[in-house]
C-alpha cells in the first residue's frame, strides 16, 4: 500500500513481539508466542483498521470515473454516492448492471487480497426495488454470492424504512430501555436513586437514535411510559400508582416539576438540531438533500410534496418554527436577500409579493463600494423595511461566508438544550417552588415536600377517593379519619409539638395556618447570613419528610410512633447538610446550639481603596460607561478623555437606541475610541468597568452574539493607536464616565463636553475629585462564611 520501511518495521515489531501467558485455576501457565495480531487494546489496531477501510472507501469512489460503471441514479447535479460506511458496516449502493457489479465485486476481492480481512458473505445481504424482475435479482445472487433481504434494515442501530414508519421498526429501542430497567431492583433504589437513573441513563438511551430519525410519537410515549413506570416503582410485579403524571414531572425545579424531560420535546430538540446543520453547515446528507429537494429555491420557501423523504417532511414541518431563531451576521453578505433572516424582522419576503422574491439574490448584490446601493434597494426591497436595511451597519469582510447565528444561546452556537427550551412548554417560576430543593438536600427529602404540597400522598384525601376507608391518626391521636396530610405534617399533636420544638430557638413564629403558610413563615424569615439562610430552607424539608417517616414506620412498620427518635433525625439531617456545606465549621451537637450559630455566624467586608489614577505622561486616558435602562432596554453611553494632569479634554454623553447593558458599554467604549482617534491622540488607556469588555476585546471570551458587530469594530480602532492599554477599573473609580452615562438618558441628542463648566453637575463634583486622585472605599462581602468570634 506504499507505505515507508520504518513504518512496516515499527508495525511488525509490535506484532512479533507479543507473548501471551494463561491463568488456569489461578496459576499462570506458560508463555506462548502470538503469530499474528496485536496486543488488545492497542490504539494501533483502529489505527491501522481505519486505514484499510480508507483505501476501500478511496477505491470505491474511483469506480465514478471508469466508464464501464453505471451506479445508483442519483440527482446527477448532486454529490454521488456509492458507499456508506462506519467501521466495519458498509452499505455500497448501485445498479443491477452486471458489469457494473462485477467491478464492485472486484474492488471488494481486491481489497481482501490486500488487507486480509474478508467479507462476511453471511451477513452481507442485498436488497432490490420491490418490482425489481426476477432476472436482476438471480443475476445480482449469481454475481454477489450474496441473499437477499426485505427491508426494513438497521443500519448502525437505526431502522433504515421506506413509507410510513410503522411501530414495529422501533420495537429495538423499546426493548433496550425495558432491559435496563429489568436489570436493575427497583426496591433497592429511593425516589432520588431512581431519579437519577431516569435523568441519566434512561433518556440517553434513545439520544443517538433521537439524532438520526424521529420515531412515531406513539413509540415515545411507550418508552416514556415505561420511564414513568419505573419512577413510580413496582410491588409484587404490579407497577405501583402514579401519583403524578410524567407531564407534571416534567418542569424544571423552579416551574413546579422534578427536572424529568418529555420525550417528545427531547426528539424535537433534535429535529431542530438537523434543521441547523442542514442550514448552517456543509455536510453530505445537507448537499444529497439540497441538490434532490431545493435545486433552484432556496429550502425555506419549498414545500413538501407527497413521494419526498419522511426526514425532509419533518424539516419542512418545523422550519418556520426553527428559523425564528436564526440570525445571519452578514461578513461577505452571501446569504439569501429574500429569504435568510439577516435583517432580524424575518425572511424579507414575508413582506413582499413580487414575484422577485423567488430569485437567488444575495445581500451583497445590495452593495455598491462598501454601502447600501439605494437606487436598487427603492426599486426591489419591500418599502416598508428600507429604513430598517439602510439603518445596519455593515462591516463587510470579503471572502468570509455570512454565519448563522442561534440566537437562543449567548453565544449564538447551537446546543439541543437551548433548543429544547424554546420548544418545552412553560410554567411560572415561583420561589416557593425552587426552595423545596437544593443539591444537598436528598432527592427523596424534596420529592416527599412537593407531593405533601400537591396532596400526592396516600392518605385519607386520596385513598377514600379510590374507595377505601378512612384510616385513624398514625402519629398522635389515634383519632378516625385523622391520617391526612394537614394533621400528619401541621395541625396535629405530633406535629405541632416537633415544629414549635424547631422554630422557637429559630425565632419563628408558628402559628396554625395552613402547611403552606407554615413553610412560608420560614423560607420568608430573615436570614443574616448563608449559613443561617440554609438553614431556614432545610428545616422545613426535614420536618415533614422525618414527620412522613414516623407515619410510615407507625403504619407499616410496627414500630411506636415516638417524638425524641423524629427531632433527633431532623437535627441529624440539618447537621449533615451543615457539615457538608460549610466543613470548615464544627456544627453543635444539638439544634438549639446549631441554629444560634447559624444565626450568629459572619461575612466578612472586605474594603479596598480605589481611585482614578492620571496616565503617565504623553498618555490620555478614556474612561467610558455605558447602561441600559431596563437591560434590554434605552441605552446610553457617556465617557470623558483626560491628559496626563487629569485635565479634560473631552467628555461626552449620548443616548443610544434600545438594547442590553453590555451593547451599552461596547458602544460606549466605541464612541470613546472614535473620539480619540479623531482629535489625534495615539497613546491611549482605555479604561472601563466593566471586566467582560475587557475581555472581549483582548479575545479572552466569546461575547453574546448581538454585540460581535460593534466589537469588531471597537478592535479595529484599537489597532489604530501607536500603543493601547485596555484596563478594568472598579465602578467606584469609574463615578464621572458612570455619571455620564446616567446623565445620557434625561437627554436626546449626543452632547459633547469641550469645558469642564459645560459638564452635569454631579460630573463636575466627581472630576473635581479625581483631579485630586481621592480615595474612594469599595465595600464587598466576602462569600465565605465564618464563625462568630
Ligand atoms: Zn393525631
Redo the contacts with the bound molecule.
Sequence with gaps: MGFHEIFIDMVWRIMANNWYSIIVNGKRHGFFHSTRGLKQGDPLSPALFILGAEVLSRSLNRLHSNPDYHGFVMEPRGPQVNHLSFADDIILFTSGRQKTLKLIMQTLNLYEETSGQLVNTDKSHFMVHPNAFNSTRDRIKRLTGFRQKEGPITYLGCPLFIGRPRIIYFSDLINKVLCRITGWHTKMLSYGGRAILVKHVLQSLPIHLLAAITPPSTVLKQAQSIMADFFWGWRNEKKKYHWASWKNLSFPYDEGGVGMRNLKDVSTSFQYKQWWIFRSKHTLWGEFLKAKYCQRSNPISKKWDTGESLTWKHMMHNKHKIEEHIHWKLNSGNCSFWWDNWLGMGPLAYQSTGSNRFNQITVADFWLEGRWNLNMLLQQAPNSQLANILATELHIQQGIPDQAVWKPNSDGTFSCSSAWNVIREKRNKTKFNSLIWHNNIPFKSSFLLWRALRGKLPTNEKLTSFGNEAAN???????PG?DTIE??FNK???ATNVWKSFAAPAGIITDHSSLPQLIMQWWSAKANNEAHRLLLQATPIFICWNLWKNRCASRYGGKQSNISRVKYAIYKDNYKLMTTCFPHIKWPSRWWDLIQLGEKCTQDIKVTVVKWIKPPNGWVKINTDGSALGNPGRMGAGGIIRDQYGEMLLAFATPLGEGSNNQAEVAAALFGMTWSLERGYRNIILEVDSQLLVDWIENKTIPHWSINTRLLKLQALIRQANEIKCKHTFREANFVADSLSKHSHKITSPQIYLGIQQLPKETRAYYQLDILEMANFRRRRIKKIKEPP
Excluded at 473 to 479: D, G, M, Q, V
Design positions: 391518626c398514625f402519629c398522635c391521636c389515634n383519632r385523622l394533621h400528619t396535629g399533636q405530633f
